[in-house]
């Protein structure tokens, strides 16, 4: 049986430190916006969020894409249902985990604009990590943008064809590519924000791995190590909000950043918005 919104939002605020109940995450992920694909971590249609302005059936998201080539259903779901495949990672994580292979399915992946630098897990101490996402989702939208300008030309140019992106967890770089492209397509700042905080429940049957993960990075601290740390691995609605107030204050916005640093001219954006929502059909 599918959840309410107000029951998802309520599993988006547990803590990271605990678990989500194996019955509750399997009730959450059988609920659109999330897609019952084996093994794919944090599988969602933008156009399947409430109160989403993408078009159903367009643009999909993941993380941890790699454990595909392990699951050949996995494969034949992404055969059947993707024309392309953005790969919003490193080129170090891209090594290690590459992307699979499919007949029929274009990969992208593009190196990034800079240097690849640790968060600061200082910048993550105080108001809930508030100014440590805002400083590393700032420069997400730098460092990435050579990817992000190529899933928007392939929606300006390619509108019928669906694709996929994804990042390691399906979370941060994947969560602002996300971030920009509902709000192109006229999805309300609510519902956006939903959208981003439902990888707390998408990224639940990874979490141990993550969080490994995360602490390897960090140099192994642990949560009572640095505080710094526990806010970075959370998921809040205020941090979402913070990066949003400094997106508008660095770029005026996700137009504004649309136009100015990715180089789309006016007419590209109209058309991209168009066709995310299907307006221009």
């Not at 894409?65 to 055969?79: G, I, K, S, T, Y």
């Not at 949003?244 to 058309?271: C, K, N, P, T």
């Amino acid at each position: 049986m599918s959840m309410t919104r107000d029951q998802l939002e309520a599993l988006t605020e547990r803590d990271v430190h605990d678990p989500i109940p194996s019955e509750l995450v399997q009730q959450a992920l059988s609920t659109p916006p999330f897609l019952p694909v084996p093994e794919l971590i944090n599988i969602r249609d933008l156009g399947a969020v409430p109160g989403s302005g993408v078009r159903p059936g367009l643009v999909y998201r993941c993380g941890m894409l790699e454990v595909a080539n392990q699951n050949p259903e996995a494969l034949d779901w992404l055969a059947a249902n993707m024309k392309q495949i953005f790969d919003v990672r490193s080129s170090a994580e891209r090594g290690k985990h590459p992307d699979p292979e499919i007949a029929g399915v274009a990969n992208t992946w593009l190196e990034s604009a800079g240097a690849h630098t640790p968060p600061d897990l200082n910048d993550f101490v105080e108001a809930g990590g508030e100014v440590g996402l805002r400083k590393e989702y700032l420069k997400v939208l730098d460092l990435y943008r050579p990817i992000y300008r190529a899933i928007l030309e392939h929606v300006r140019d390619k509108p019928e064809e669906s694709f996929l992106f994804h990042c390691t967890a399906g979370r941060d770089r994947t969560g602002v590519m996300a971030g920009l492209l509902q709000s192109l397509a006229g999805t309300a700042p609510e519902d956006v924000r939903f959208d981003y905080m439902l990888s707390r429940i998408g990224t639940e049957p990874a979490r141990e791995r993550l969080l490994q993960q995360a602490r390897v990075g960090g140099g192994s601290l642990t949560f009572e190590q640095h505080p710094g740390f526990y806010n970075l691995c959370s998921l809040r609605t205020s941090c979402w909000d913070a990066f949003i107030a400094a997106l508008q204050e660095a770029h005026g916005g996700w137009e504004g950043y649309v136009v100015g640093a990715l180089g789309f001219s006016s007419d590209d954006l109209a058309r991209i918005k168009d066709n995310l929502s299907g307006r221009g059909d």
